[in-house]
Nanobody, 125 residues
Framework: VHLVESGGGLVQAGGSLRLSCAAS???????????FAWFRQAPGKDHEIVAA????????FYSDFVKGRFTISRDNDKNTVFLQMNNLKPEDTGVYYC????????????????RGQGTQVAVSS
């Protein structure tokens, strides 16, 4: 199972980025009862969850620090999960990781079944 993130980059505060997480065809359909999530890791800090969505798209989770600014979505036909990030702040800087799990949504990044290699997001002030 492979998850590949893309879309990171350098942006000024107040700007936007759209991250994508592409999964292998077989992998995506096997998460019918599972969750896809975006985590991030700032330099010197642990992974923290940003947002999550079920394969069905009916349930969501957002951390308080991104509510109203970020939107998670998925396109099952394209086997892709997206993270639209608007009004970015310097504190949003970090490596963003896509993760997937079958079953209920765990709290910790390490508990996810599959994780990508990450994409760097840098927000300048």
């Amino acid at each position: 199972v492979h998850l590949v993130e893309s879309g990171g980059g350098l942006v000024q505060a107040g700007g936007s980025l759209r991250l994508s997480c592409a999964a292998s065809t077989r992998a995506f359909s096997s998460f019918v009862q599972g969750w896809f999530a975006w985590f991030r890791q700032a330099p010197g800090k642990d992974h923290e969850i940003v947002a999550a969505i079920t394969w069905s798209g009916t349930d969501f989770f957002y951390s308080d620090f991104v509510k109203g600014r970020f939107t998670i979505s998925r396109d099952n036909d394209k086997n892709t999960v997206f993270l639209q990030m608007n009004n970015l702040k310097p504190e949003d800087t970090g490596v963003y990781y896509c993760a997937a799990v079958r079953g209920s949504r765990p709290y910790f990044y390490a508990q996810y079944d599959y994780r990508g290699q990450g994409t760097q997001v840098a927000v300048s002030s």
